[in-house]
T-cell receptor, first 113, second 110 residues
């Protein structure tokens, strides 16, 4: 069974540009979660998508947005990039039921210069 | 804001030693998960604990859920270099998003 896949692995952008990050969940998982992990910091919740809808959002500005497609894959968009947006962006999917842990992808390392 | 505090923040020990790391919250939770993250990778689920006072063992790792369901510990026996990584506890506080602790960065010295 394929795990959660994220692309690209690395992304370098200039301040002010837009970045698009992609995630494919495990087959059968309908929920996709996005987290930001800045260097030396913990995981901060960004967005949760389920069945194509945004279900919850973390404490991030509106320039962080995304969507979920009919095949449950997801896209995270970051507009007007700032230097402090440099981080590892992790996507996770989850099976049904609270007891099932999240399965994470390997992340996209975004560097804003 | 519901927080999960982990301690210690950093831990560096010799191979073969034992260690314990902690995860604490001011809120009660129904279940807690432990993850390990290696550099350049996403966190990997180690265990989920559900019942207050529960103890789970995973080879040399022992996980305990506090009786009051507000804390948890992870004990590693005879640490190996492969145990090196960032250990994260995580809780769903009922709003369908997993809240992660501050993490313990463990380094095992050969």
């Amino acid at each position: 069974e394929a795990g959660v896949t994220q692309s690209p692995t690395h992304l370098i952008k200039t301040r002010g540009q837009q970045a698009t990050l992609r995630c494919s969940p495990i087959s059968g998982h309908t929920s996709v979660y996005w987290y930001q992990q800045a260097l030396g910091l913990g995981l901060q919740f960004l967005l949760w998508y389920d069945e194509g809808e945004e279900r919850n959002r973390g404490n991030f500005p509106p320039r962080f947005s995304g969507r979920q497609f009919p095949n449950y894959s997801s896209e995270l968009n970051v507009n007007a990039l700032e230097l402090e947006d440099s981080a590892l962006y992790l996507c996770a999917s989850r099976g049904q039921g609270e007891l099932y842990g999240y399965t994470f992808g390997s992340g996209t390392r975004l560097t804003v210069v | 804001t519901q927080l999960l505090e982990q301690s210690p923040q950093f831990l560096s020990i010799q191979e073969g030693e034992n260690l314990t790391v902690y995860c604490n919250s001011s809120s009660v939770f129904s279940s807690l998960q432990w993850y390990r993250q290696e550099p350049g990778e996403g966190p990997v689920l180690l265990v989920t604990v559900v019942t207050g006072g529960e103890v789970k063992k995973l080879k040399r790792l022992t996980f305990q859920f506090g009786d009051a369901r507000k804390d948890s510990s992870l004990h590693i026996t005879a640490a190996q270099t492969g145990d090196t990584g960032l250990y994260l506890c995580a809780v769903n506080f009922g709003n369908e998003k997993l809240t992660f602790g501050t993490g313990t960065r463990l380094t095992i010295i050969p």
